[in-house]
């Protein structure tokens, strides 16, 4: 099956800092790429969908200064967390849309922890 | 919003087939029915979809009732490695809308049991 990867697995940062998260489609091209956020015992919230060279689409209530994507290429996406504060504390899923057989494969997740 | 319902946890024993139901009694047409599964701390994984007919692979069947406003996800002989939250999702087959992103609901917990 298709492979997605992110960078880092677990993240700790400080209050006030930028955090970058790295998505990629290993074997696979992505035209779409999907951001999830997911808090403890919640489900998995759509942040964004991205598309390769066009500007993300985020879902209402999501800051786009605060989080953002960018899609440069079509194995890769990064989520850049700016100005981190102790609430955006949470588990980042991406997931890589496959267009031939229209499927989403999912990251491992990234673990932001911010003190 | 989700537009499933599926029941908050279940237990199943070791060996046994865990039956997990699904309602989705407001599908249009050309939504497809799938199936993602997360363990703990892990991104989710797919496991199977379906439009009408009953699918069945190398890790589980599903079973859509004809008026297709529920399914039943089989795990034929759960093991201790299937405990995991499981989400059943219906989407259209493409990235062209909204209505083509997995919006996961709360999902079932299920626990295989020794």
């Known amino acids: 099956g298709a492979v997605v990867s992110q960078h880092p697995s677990r993240v700790i940062c400080k209050s006030g800092t930028s955090v970058k998260i790295e998505c990629r489609s290993l074997d696979f091209q992505a035209t779409t790429m999907f951001w999830y956020r997911q808090f403890p015992k919640k489900s998995l919230m759509l942040m964004a969908t991205s598309n390769e060279g066009s500007k993300a689409t985020y879902e209402q209530g999501v800051e786009k200064d605060k989080f953002l994507i960018n899609h440069a290429s079509l194995t890769l996406s990064t989520l850049t967390v700016t100005s981190a504060h102790p609430e955006d504390s949470s588990f980042y899923i991406c997931?890589?849309?496959?267009?031939?057989?229209?499927?989403?494969?999912f990251g491992p997740g990234t673990r932001l922890t911010v003190t | 919003d989700a537009k499933t319902t599926q029941p908050t946890s279940m237990d199943c024993a070791e060996g046994r087939a865990a039956n997990l139901p699904c309602n989705h009694s407001t599908i249009s047409g050309n939504e497809y029915v799938y199936w993602y599964r997360q363990i703990h701390s892990q991104g989710p994984q797919y496991i199977i979809h379906?439009?009408?007919n009953n699918e069945t692979n190398e890790m589980a069947s599903l079973i859509i009732t004809e008026d297709r406003k529920s399914s039943t996800l089989i795990l034929p002989h759960a093991t201790l490695r299937d405990t995991a939250v499981y989400y059943c999702i219906v989407r259209l087959r493409n990235y062209g809308g909204s209505q083509g992103n997995l919006i996961f609901g709360k999902g079932t917990k299920l626990s295989v049991k020794p």
């Open positions: 379906g439009l009408k």
């Open positions: 997931s890589a849309g496959d267009h031939i057989r229209w499927e989403q494969y």
